[in-house]
């Protein structure tokens, strides 16, 4: 061995040995890739968290984010059945492509296939920009999976080694996103709710921005809260969320709350309606004129503000000096171009 090998083989044995030190003076342990959090149910320690049943060496898991490796060993698995997905976005099937080279099926929510299929990616980037309809998504993946099965429908229950699964569509995170209810068959307590990112924590969500499915609505919020009142209804046990640790203890008032907080964000999303039913007076705005403008979307005769300024909806045309020349800010699509000159 040459001195310089030598030299990096003490360096690392010596980092290695401080970082052993420095956890047993502390009373840290390394933390395992999988725990089990109740009995049979497993759950990835990264974030976003993945969780698992398992039974007799066979594992049927709930989304594929990165930390899916290491199932197999921790919980002294042979086989993984099946792959369930919660929802499209990034994080949580950054493993699929693995389990579908293994052969493993993945299996996500019918209302999934614009977003994980080949085809239906290609088409939303084809289309994302510039954004039309205000169909917002978050976190696509770059390319389809091929293979994936994107049949879950809402209210379908799959039996799994004496487990039920019913699927559960719980729009809000994202337009396709869903939950599982989870028990033994044996089993007549209420069950494990697998929510995904239907929330994070009591009266939490983890990340409220992609229910903004069109900025100026509370499209998306809204659906969010009717999803966790429809959660509610359920009674869960226990909730095994993505992005925090398990809600055990008063599962139903975590969703209750988070529900109202939702509901509340969702009100407050519009200025004009708070403004009425909170403040008893509805909102005027001064710097929109002529008034018929208000809430319409390019649609009306365009009106003149000035010598050289004309609206129409939120589109503002300034026609230069001479008339000859003209700018426009925000124009509303094909409809604006054709309606300008």
Not at 69 to 89: E, F, K, P, S, Y
Not at 148 to 172: E, F, Y
Not at 205 to 224: I, K, R
Request: with cysteine.
């Amino acid at each position: 061995m040459h001195r310089k090998q030598f030299l990096v083989l003490v360096t690392a044995v010596a980092c290695g040995l401080a970082v052993w030190v420095n956890q047993q003076l502390h009373g840290e342990k390394p933390t395992a890739p999988w725990n089990e959090v109740a009995p049979g149910v497993w759950r990835s320690s990264e974030l976003p968290h993945g969780y698992a049943l398992v039974s007799d060496g066979h594992a049927l898991l709930f989304d594929a984010p990165h930390s899916a490796d290491g199932l197999l060993q921790a919980a002294n698995v042979t086989q993984i059945d099946r792959v369930l997905l919660t929802h499209h976005h990034l994080d949580t099937c950054a493993k699929v492509d693995s389990f579908l080279a293994e052969k493993v099926p993945v299996q996500a929510p019918r209302l999934s296939a614009p977003w994980l299929t080949p085809a239906g990616v290609q088409l939303f980037w084809t289309e994302s920009i510039p954004l039309r309809n205000s169909r917002t998504a978050y976190f696509v993946v770059p390319q389809g999976f091929e293979k994936i099965d994107c049949s879950l429908d809402d209210g379908q229950v799959i039996n799994w080694r004496g487990w039920k699964i019913q699927a559960i569509a719980t729009p809000g995170h994202s337009r396709d996103h869903f939950s599982f209810l989870s028990r033994r068959l044996e089993d007549s307590s209420a069950g494990l709710l697998f929510c995904g990112d239907a929330l994070a924590k009591p009266g939490c969500l983890w990340t409220p921005y992609t229910t903004d499915w069109d900025h100026w609505t509370d499209a998306g919020l809204t659906p969010a809260a009717q999803s966790l009142r429809k959660l509610t209804a359920r009674k869960p046990r226990i909730i095994l969320p993505a992005h925090s640790e398990p809600i055990r203890d008063n599962a139903v008032d975590a969703l209750e709350k988070t529900a109202a907080n939702v509901e509340e964000v969702a009100f407050l999303k519009s200025f004009t309606r708070f403004s009425k039913q909170r403040l008893g007076n509805a909102p005027s705005y001064p710097f929109l004129v002529p008034r018929e403008q208000i809430a319409s979307a390019g649609e009306k005769p365009w009106a003149k503000i000035s010598e050289h300024i004309y609206l129409t909806g939120n589109t503002y045309v300034l026609l230069s000096k001479d008339d000859r020349a003209y700018a426009i800010v925000d124009p509303w699509g094909q409809r604006s171009a054709d309606q300008v000159e």
